[in-house]
């Protein structure tokens, strides 16, 4: 259609120029223009029927691999090897009911009566020929429960030692693992085991490696020699498992001075990070001053648990202040990409030391987004006394976060600063019971008069509306801290409720000895009709130490009635007293 269009059109155009004379030779134009227009009409129809053509995948051929012949699985057994008619006929009923189930068919019920005999310990000795036999078990859950009841009921049985010896070469880990700490379990002291142990020092796994060092280290001293000497191999794997028995050796007092500090200093330069960790971790046990210097570049270690462990270190170990480890905890704490509970510790850390160039840096943490941390410097703020710290730790009390006010209430207490006492009055009436007993603690630690009053309200209030005041103890024992003629009105409220235990009616009863005798005479002598002979005779020893003459009658009282013999012997003593001044 388009190819007759297209040559319509040629005639008329060279119609035209014929008849105008533009055109010598009619023909030869005529047919060249047609061609190219035919050309052109097939190119475009050819590149239309390749667009609309749907593309043909070729399909690969398919490779048939062949099936790589099965490994006979070494793991071929249901149960032991020796017949059930071998079972002795003597054998506890109960022992022979879980040896017989050790033969089911069921791999579950073979799990379970290897369970069985693990929680029956020695009294199971009678299983052990049969268990021994089970080493090559088809299930892996009944494998990891053998090893685990030979060591439990094989105590100081030397026949365990060669089938844990197979056990702890199993191709599952958690029969491997359970067969080195059947070794501790069965207490077996013995060169084979030692031999046995070292051979699994290079285990692929984490969880069995531990089990090893933690067996081996039970041999004591025997093993020490192959232990440090298996640190020098250029297995990293078989270092790790060394310096992880030489911190079990270091944890048991038996066997903790077999590990020498200069033997763990070399551990801490080892190029593996596992080793450092596991020598670091010795040095929980370690009581000496020059570690403390050496720990400094543990700070900057590449792995993250070094660097906790060696804060830690200084945190819970430290007498005194190491400047030289202050910067590197700083830049540790600042460390936002450093771990969230590395950095907490940090700031421990530098509040054991008290240096302070840490006083800002701990400041600035108050507002770190990670809120563990920032309880965690509030607290470490309660060790500088130092006035820069106050007004940020004020501006706490208003946090959402019920710790954190509570925390921070409590490190205001400890700094004393009056700044804080109406702050600390406001807080009073915050809704978490924990967070306004803080506050009122605080208030008594800083003693400051102006805290008085508003805890006295607080009694009254709930001795009117009826409510028990042991729920205020927190208030009242604030109020024993200071000296007012207002208080000992408040105390007897306390002293007559009768929900208010004795040992807290007991520091009332103290506190009140610190005032003049007129404002407590009535409070004391009425107490001698509590019910609790607790709070008579903390009431009656306070009156010894008045010896005031209003004292006698009622303590006589005492004597003359049904009181018990303790109370009665108290009187007796407090007339002395008196009668002598």
């Known amino acids: 259609m388009r190819l007759r269009r297209a040559i319509a059109v040629m005639c008329v155009i060279f119609a035209a120029l014929y008849m105008t004379g533009c055109v010598k030779d009619l023909k030869k134009t005529f047919n060249e223009e047609l061609n190219k227009a035919a050309k052109k009409e097939v190119e475009k129809e050819q590149e239309t029927a390749k667009a609309e053509t749907p593309k043909v995948e070729k399909k690969k051929p398919i490779v048939t ?40 068919d069921d791999k579950g019920k073979r799990r379970q009566a290897a369970y069985d005999l693990k929680n029956q310990r020695v009294k199971g000795a009678a299983a052990i020929p049969f268990l021994v036999t089970m080493t090559l078990d088809e299930d892996e859950g009944v494998r990891r429960l053998v090893a685990e009841a030979l060591g439990a009921i094989g105590v100081g049985d030397a026949s365990i030692i060669e089938p844990l010896s197979i056990l702890i070469k199993d191709d599952f880990y958690n029969a491997r693992m359970n067969a080195a700490t059947s070794f501790i379990s069965a207490k077996l002291l013995d060169p084979k085991v030692i031999d046995i142990l070292m051979g699994s020092f290079d285990d692929e796994n984490k969880f069995v490696r531990d089990a090893v060092g933690a067996a081996i280290s039970r041999q004591g001293e025997p093993a020490i020699a192959p232990v440090i000497n298996a640190l020098k191999s250029e297995n990293n794997l ?26 763990l200093i070399s551990a801490l330069k080892d190029d593996f990070a596992d080793v450092r960790y596991w020598a670091s971790m010795s040095f929980s046990k370690v009581d000496e ?63 054991t030391l008290k240096d302070p160039r840490a006083l800002e840096p701990l400041i600035a943490t108050l507002n770190d987004p990670e809120l563990r941390l920032r309880k965690t410097a509030i607290q470490s703020l309660k ?68 805290g008085i ?129």
Not at 241 to 258: I, R, V
Not at 311 to 322: I, P, Q, T
């Open 238 to 263: 078989v270092r790790t498992t060394a310096a992880s028995a030489l911190y079990s050796f270091k944890q048991n007092k038996k066997t903790t001075d077999l590990v020498s500090t200069d033997l």
């Open 453 to 581: 009053e508003p805890l006295i309200n607080i009694i009254k209030a709930d001795a009117a509306a009826g409510k028990k005041l042991m729920e205020k103890d927190k208030v009242f024992s604030a109020l024993t801290k200071f000296i007012d003629p207002r208080i000992p009105e408040v105390f007897a409220l306390v002293l007559k409720d009768e929900s208010v235990k004795s040992y807290k009616k007991g520091s009332v009863l103290d506190a009140l000895s610190k005032y003049e005798v007129d404002l407590v005479a009535d409070i004391l002598i009425d107490t001698l009709n509590d019910k609790d002979n607790s709070a008579k005779i903390r009431a009656i020893d306070t009156m010894g130490k008045f010896a005031d003459a209003r004292f006698i009658k009622p303590l006589e009282d005492i004597n003359n009635g049904d009181a018990t013999s303790l109370v009665k012997t108290k009187a007796t003593e407090a007339l002395k007293k008196i009668n002598s001044k």
């Open 289 to 351: 001053d020059r570690v403390f210097d050496l720990f400094v570049d543990l700070l900057r270690d590449e792995d993250k648990r070094v660097r906790s462990i060696a804060a830690g270190l200084y945190r819970d170990k430290a007498r005194k202040n190491y400047p030289l480890a202050v910067e590197p905890l700083i830049s540790m704490l600042k460390n936002k990409d450093e771990d969230k509970g590395t950095r907490g510790t940090a700031a421990g850390a530098l509040s």
């Open 65 to 104: 691999k062949k099936a790589e012949p099965k490994v006979p699985s070494k793991y071929t057994q249901k149960g032991p090897t020796i017949g059930k008619e071998t079972i002795p006929a003597d054998t506890d009923p109960i022992i022979k009911k879980y040896i017989e189930g050790l033969y089911d």
């Open 383 to 450: 060790k500088f006394n130092d006035p820069k710290a106050v007004e940020p730790l004020i501006a706490l009390l208003g946090d959402p976060d019920d710790n954190i006010r509570m925390l921070s209430a409590e490190t205001l207490g400890a700094h004393k600063d009056p700044r804080s006492v109406e702050p600390l009055i406001k807080l009073l009436g915050d809704k978490n019971r924990y967070v306004f007993e803080t506050a009122a603690t605080s208030l008594g630690i800083i003693g400051d008069p102006r």
